[in-house]
């Protein structure tokens, strides 16, 4: 009895250990699993963070170069070398403005006082197509006010020309770019087609990457089109105050002219 006794305590004792065993062995799974799920939204943070941490520049340079050397290159072109060009105007047309108050004042107390010879030095040494109209009208002086009106015209349509120099090839590349941009559309919908008609069905990831570089292109033609166009309206607007100023110098001189005649 007492050797049965023992066997069934021992039976129960082994059960018992197999059954702690086996709990066990579910929950170590168990944990382990809900490690991986963390360590893996760590990872999915770590580089949604990296992603936001990106700055402006890395975003446009990915998307250039997704965009294609063939096309992006020649709208690169055109914005760098509208902007030159719009720099170089802009310089220009700043130098090219003057306080044309303080100059007629100037030459009219020059006239009063030393005649045109002191006038015209006034005018030499002032910059600007404003001074150079003066000098030209005042060159002309000793002739007749025919005379000097005429040089004044003449030489303020010179002035203008000068002025506008350069500013179309600006307005071409406005222009050129988005047309570019949309070129580059058409190319990459066509390829898209090509595949879709080379494999027989439609599949998005088929024609995914080439209608991607499709709207890259043009994306970034009228981006160029758009930082250019500010900069032209800009030009012109300078262009037309200068030349207004000139005009109303013009008659002011004529008057003076006709003043110191008298």
């Known amino acids: 009895m007492k050797k049965l006794f023992s066997i069934l305590a021992m ?6 250990s197999a059954n702690t065993v086996s709990a066990n062995a579910n929950v170590i799974p168990s944990n382990m699993s809900s ?4 360590a893996t939204y760590m990872l999915q943070d770590e580089a949604a963070a990296a992603a936001e941490d990106r700055g402006f520049t890395q975003v446009l340079k990915e998307q250039f170069i997704q965009g294609g050397a063939g096309f992006m290159g020649i709208v690169l072109l055109c914005l760098i070398l509208g902007l030159a060009v719009a720099i170089e105007r802009i310089i220009y047309l700043n130098l090219a403005s003057t306080n044309s108050t303080k100059l007629k004042q100037q030459v009219e107390d020059a006239l009063t006082t030393g005649g045109i010879e002191a006038a015209k030095e006034v005018c030499r040494n002032t910059r600007g197509p404003v001074a150079s109209i003066y ?5 002309r002086a000793g002739d ?4 000097a009106e005429k040089a004044v015209v003449a030489y303020g349509g010179v002035q203008m020309g000068q002025l ?3 500013v179309s090839w600006l307005s071409l590349f406005i ?11 058409v190319i990459g919908m066509i390829q898209a087609f090509q595949k879709i008609s080379a494999v027989g069905n439609l599949s998005a990831s088929l024609i995914a990457g080439d209608i991607q570089v499709a709207l ?9 089109a758009i930082i250019l166009q500010i900069f032209y309206n800009y030009i012109i607007a300078k262009i037309d105050s200068i030349v207004n100023d000139m005009e109303d110098s013009s008659i002011t001189l004529i008057d003076m002219l006709v003043d110191h005649k008298k």
């Open 11 to 16: 039976a129960g004792l082994f059960v018992f």
């Open 144 to 147: 007749s006010i025919e005379s």
């Open 35 to 38: 490690t991986l799920a963390t």
């Open 175 to 185: 222009a050129i770019a988005p047309m570019l941009g949309f070129m580059g559309t």
């Open 135 to 139: 000098y030209q009208g005042l060159d």
């Open 164 to 166: 506008e120099k350069n």
């Open 216 to 224: 890259l292109t043009t994306v970034f033609g009228l981006i160029t």
